[in-house]
């Protein structure tokens, strides 16, 4: 049982070298270069780990099912997905905050407030807390294009230096959640690789920077 | 919405194909043999049940819950748990005849799912509830028993994780200033979220002693040496005690590597009011079942006595039994339509024997090479090898 790699799930792209350089700095003996082009998963014998690299929504699908042991993941990811995963740590990194935006000077539709987003669970929910009836769309990419050409009134994205919105001539209205990477593990995994899941957290842990 | 295509069926819900039934059926015979060996009794409850009963003292969600409604008008349940029915059963008659009681139970229970695939809305369970035994043994027992019929199913790499509810309960109460604040945080832990535990704490601005109390709990909690550990963070030993007396009957039992102590557990079955555990296996992602002893329950139903209970998980169980391959022996008799008398002793005979014997016409079959290939023997009367 103990001989069986940890397999950690990692969100590609960005969020994927900031994580991997933090396991770097808790000691983990890792490769300084790892070619991940196009390769799903890369073996590390040496430490006994195995990464699986996924579209960063779907990291906490794999955890929760737990053909991942632990990952890394968006808090903003994990609100949306609403998957049964232990939260483990919060490592800091890739922060931004999720807040929802639109052209300037502009009131919501009175009578069906449209909001586009690429999270229909978050959005709903915040809008449900407000008091405000609003319809949403789903949308998997370029939300900004939403208000510029009519289709919502606002958007409800991530937002990290504001340059996007910008860009587009979109100004952000209201704050919903702020987000950084968390560290989740698949609840049976948790109990039966606990050990080494501890070590990792308490590892990570010191790793962390705080602001 | 599309239209339904002949072969769906509605979400959550799955065919038992034959090798899958009959793994099924291994795993009953042995679950059923070892339990009633424990003087267990087994009994079965409908699957309907009214609403307004075992519906609201179950701890399942109610959007989770099957309803309909009967002719009357009243609403019914398709039973979500088995514990619930059989605190109803206890206290109306059972619990009149012999206490305490000692039941098991092998039934299917179901649970409506929003979500996609991967989640059954109706499975199996196997469990067993004792009935009217307050003592730490009836708790011991629980645990021994789940941990011997997973072996005596041949798995062998798990682990079951023992909380406590009352004490869980207990500290964050004594640590915080509102009901909200006690529930936000209570729940939390059942999403199994330690940073939103961490963050809300920090957000209550608690003074420093009862924070710092907090995070301590929830770092030391979940990494216990021994037990006594949580001593400190008690007025009230009591229960504390009763959890150092289990983790000593199971010392002595010899089972202790089987056995983590977690005093963060939290169950979103509510009625949970003691000791709770959770089962896990390699194999799976998942939880394989789930007890824990359930005092309040039974006064729902007008009976004010002590209960525990365990239930496991037939489709999560059936992912971390050892994968034998099955060797079938069954044998196929293939005759012509002169020869029956002859095929009807030949089966007979085979069958005595206790081989799995199917009988066919040749006159019935379109492709008999390809039928053939299912047996591990064919046994042709009459014409020999010479048929068609």
């Known amino acids: ?211 | 919405m599309s239209s339904i295509r002949k072969f769906e069926k509605p979400l959550g819900m799955r065919d038992t194909f034959p090798k899958i039934f009959e793994k099924q059926e291994n795993i009953r015979r042995t679950g059923r043999e070892f339990l009633q060996l424990r003087g267990y009794d087994f009994l079965k409850t409908p699957t309907l049940e009214y609403y307004d009963t075992v519906g609201r003292a179950s701890a399942i969600v109610e959007s989770s819950l099957f309803k309909l409604v009967d002719t009357q008008g009243n609403t019914l349940v398709m039973r979500p748990d088995m514990t619930t029915p059989i605190a109803r059963v206890a206290s109306s008659k059972l619990l009149k005849e012999k206490i305490p009681l000692r039941l098991a139970y092998f039934a299917n229970v179901f649970r409506s799912q929003e979500l996609e695939g991967g989640r059954p809305a109706e499975f199996d369970q196997m469990g067993i509830e004792i009935i009217g035994d307050e003592s730490v043994y009836a708790d011991a027992e629980v645990v021994l028993t789940a941990i011997d019929l997973l072996k005596e199913l041949g798995v062998e790499d798990f682990k079951l994780t023992i909380g406590n509810a009352g004490i869980l309960d207990a500290i964050l109460r004594k640590n915080v200033r509102t009901e909200e604040q006690f529930q936000q945080l209570h729940q939390l832990l059942v999403q199994k979220n330690i940073v939103g535990f961490e963050e809300a704490v920090a957000q209550f601005r608690l003074p420093r002693e009862e924070e710092e109390t907090l995070l301590n709990f929830i770092s030391e909690a979940t990494e216990l040496k021994s037990i006594r550990q949580i001593s400190k963070y008690l007025s009230e030993k009591q229960a504390l005690l009763y959890m150092e007396q289990l983790a000593s009957v199971l010392e002595i039992a010899d089972v202790a590597k089987y056995i983590d102590f977690d005093f963060t557990l939290a169950s979103h079955m509510n009625y949970y009011t003691g000791m709770l555990f959770e089962v896990f296996a390699s194999g799976s992602g998942f939880s394989l079942g789930n007890g824990g002893r359930y005092d309040g329950l039974l006064k729902d139903f007008g009976k004010d006595v002590g209960a525990i209970g365990f239930g496991l998980r037939m489709d999560y169980l059936l992912e971390v039994m050892p994968k034998r391959e099955e060797v079938k022996e069954d044998v196929l008799v293939l005759f012509v339509s002169t020869q029956l008398k002859e095929a009807l002793e030949k089966a007979a005979a085979l069958r005595k024997e206790g081989k799995p014997t199917t009988l066919q016409a040749i006159e019935g079959l379109d492709d008999l090479a390809k039928f053939e290939q299912q047996f591990s023997a064919v046994v042709r009367i009459g014409q020999g090898g010479n048929v068609q």
């Open chain 1, 1 to 211: 049982m103990s001989n069986t790699p940890l397999t950690i799930a990692m969100p590609k792209g960005r969020i994927f070298e900031e994580a991997y350089d933090m396991l770097i700095e808790a000691g983990f003996n890792l490769p300084e270069d790892v070619e991940m082009s196009r390769k799903l998963m890369i073996e590390i014998p040496e430490e006994n780990i195995r990464f699986i690299l996924a579209k960063p929504m779907d990291v906490p699908t794999y955890v929760e099912h737990g053909v991942a042991d632990i990952g890394i993941a968006g808090k903003d990811v994990l609100l949306e997905e609403r998957r049964s995963v232990h939260e483990l740590l919060d490592l800091n990194i890739s922060k931004c905050h999720v807040a929802s935006a639109g052209l300037p000077n502009t009131q919501l539709n009175e009578i069906a407030p449209r909001i586009a987003t690429k999270y229909p669970n978050i959005a709903s929910e915040y809008y449900r807390e407000k008091g405000e009836q609003v319809e949403i769309i789903g949308l998997n990419g370029s939300i900004e294009l939403a208000p510029m050409i009519g289709l919502a009134d606002r958007i409800v994205d991530i937002v990290s230096t504001g340059q996007t919105l910008k860009e587009n001539g979109l100004v952000e209205y209201e704050f919903v959640v702020d987000v950084s990477s968390r560290l989740i593990a698949n609840q049976a995994s948790y109990r039966m690789k606990n050990d080494r899941i501890q070590d990792l957290v308490k590892r990570l842990k010191k790793c962390v920077r705080e602001g």
